[in-house]
Each structure stands twice: as C-alpha cells, then as structure tokens.
C-alpha cells in the first residue's frame, strides 16, 4: 500500500497526463517477448524484470528513423543513470527480429546498453492500448531500407516494481520530444529511488 500511494504522489507531483487509454494507476500488463541485447536474441518478460526494480517501457514506431534514432541514442547515453537508480529500459516496436539486432548493436543508437523487443504482430502495443498505424508501402528508412510494418504511436511508461504505471508520456499529445521522453522517464526513475529511501 506504501509503494502505491508513493507511486501516485510522485505521478501527481510530475504533473504529467496520461493520453494513452493505459492510466497512471492501472496495472502494466504482463508480456514476454522476443528481444536483442547488443545485436543478440534474447528474451524479455517484464515481471522478471520488476522484480529488480522499476522500469521503462518505451514504444516508438521504427528502428534507423530519426526520432526513434535519437530516443535510443538517449536512452543508451543515460542507461548507466537508469541502472544506478535500478531500473530496466525495454523498448518495443513493431521491427523484426533481424532490424533489432542491427540496431541494438549500432554504437550510434542503442549501443548494447539495454534490451529493444519485437512486436511484430503489435499484440503489446494494442494491451497497452496504443495506437498502430498501418504499414506504408514503399516506406524506407534512414538508410533507405524498406520499413515493411506498421507503427506503434511513441509512448512511453514508467512501471512501479509493484506492476504500476507511474507516468504515461505521448509525443503525439503532448508534443514531447524523443530525448525528452528518456529526460522525464530519468527523472520520474530518480525521485522514485530518493522517496524511497
């Protein structure tokens, strides 16, 4: 009961909304999914990683695309930060397997620092109750490769270790922009950690 009333006094201390249908207070859904650490398969289940401490659940539309490039760039120069204050960063999108693994091994995006799952069927995203638009023919990205799947609205989730959402961040209604997304989920993380001690 402590850690959920904390939890919803630093949320209305943050003053963030939630604009994604999933709210500050619900319960974060469960999911397993196929991942890549540093260019490997992996697998990720989120309530192993509460288990640890709190974490971030970011989606955003597609790998090698400039704002998502940016945001995992972001993220990975501050996962030392996440780490210190215990807390996981999972990202999700709806890329396959074999973009995540060229992306999350790039040093100029994730860089090996934390996990990138793949939710290509976009299962996560719709329990979440994200929005997904669909793929666009002939759509390519930076690099000038087809992207071939839809995208996941870029929202981002700060999870309790007691399975809370804490914060609900949207770019598409509250104009934040991807680095500001991992500023915000860092310092939700930090004032988490110094109530709790």
Do not use: W
């Not at 540093?38 to 539309?61: C, E, M, Q, R």
């Amino acid at each position: 009961m402590k850690t959920v009333m904390l939890g919803l006094a630093l949320a209305a201390s943050f003053s963030l909304p939630a604009f994604a249908a999933l709210k500050v207070g619900d319960t974060a859904p469960d999911f397993t999914a196929t991942a890549s650490l540093g260019g490997k398969d992996s697998t990720f289940n989120l309530y192993n990683a509460l288990k640890k401490g709190p974490a971030v659940v970011y989606f955003y539309p597609s790998a090698y695309t400039g704002g998502c490039d940016l945001e995992a760039h972001t993220f990975a120069e501050s996962a030392d930060k996440f780490d210190t204050a215990g807390a996981t960063i999972i990202g999700v999108s709806a890329d396959n397997l074999d973009r995540l693994n060229q992306f999350s091994a790039d040093p100029n995006f994730c860089a090996g620092k934390f996990s990138i799952a793949s939710d290509e069927s976009t299962t996560i995203a719709k329990s979440y109750d994200l929005k997904v638009t669909a793929a666009v023919a002939g759509r390519k990205d930076v690099r000038g490769v087809e992207i071939g799947h839809g995208f996941i609205e870029r929202t981002t989730f700060v999870v309790g270790k007691d399975h809370k959402v804490i914060a609900v961040m949207s770019s598409a209604d509250d104009k934040l922009t991807p680095d500001q997304h991992v500023d915000k989920s860092l310092e939700m993380i930090q004032k988490m950690k110094m109530a709790a001690k």
